[in-house]
């Protein structure tokens, strides 16, 4: 399963801005996908985390700001940027886990598959 972020760019504090993930590729089922940022000099850290049963879960500093969305019929999946701030500067990876195809309509082992960054960089 491969996945392609794309969208980041400069934006103002205070700004606005939605960064895509495209992913392709054969599969059983997905059970969670997720926005991850690395901010520079440090780790890479969870953003936001939807399952396939649609809970939500934010990092307290992005909550009521950042909204991940998917559409699985445009097999892609969003973060919705609200608000931005400089310490929101990083580089997003989007990651997806779930279960290849096995025997019959059975799932197979499992993956986890990571985009490979796109920048973000919130200018005060």
Known sequence: ???QA???GRVQAGGSL???CSYSGTFHSISSMAWYRQPP???RELV???SSTGEEDYAAS???RFTIARDSGRST???HMNRLKPEDTAVYYCNGVGALH???WSPGRSFVSWGQGTQVTVSS
């Open 48 to 50: 936001a985390r939807q």
């Open 77 to 79: 999946l969003y973060l």
């Open 62 to 64: 992005v909550k009521d």
């Open 102 to 104: 096995g025997k019959g």
């Open 41 to 43: 000099g440090n780790q």
């Open 6 to 8: 794309s969208g980041g």
């Open 1 to 3: 399963v491969q996945l």
């Open 18 to 20: 939605t960064i895509s």
